[in-house]
């Protein structure tokens, strides 16, 4: 994706499918592990994402 193009310019395709790899994972995740979490109580769901561009340009 670039940012500096607007939205309607971009491929729908291209961006549903970053869209759900973006957010897919972490519903997956918590599907799996919030049963457990729940049955052993204690437990803490913290939610992550990989940062911001200037982050993941440099790491």
């Given amino acids: ?3 500096d193009t607007p939205v309607w310019q971009h491929s729908l ?3 549903l499918r970053m869209l759900h790899s973006a957010i897919d994972t972490h519903i997956i995740t918590s599907h799996y ?3 457990l979490l729940i ?5 803490l ?4 994402t990989d ?3 200037e982050y ?4």
Avoid: D, R
């Avoid at 993941?56 to 790491?59: A, E, F, L, S, Y």
């Fill in 1 to 3: 994706m670039k940012w």
């Fill in 13 to 15: 395709e291209k961006g």
């Fill in 33 to 35: 592990a919030l049963p």
């Fill in 39 to 43: 049955k052993n109580k204690g437990g």
């Fill in 45 to 48: 769901v913290v939610e992550m």
């Fill in 51 to 53: 940062g911001t561009e």
């Fill in 56 to 59: 993941n340009n440099n790491n």
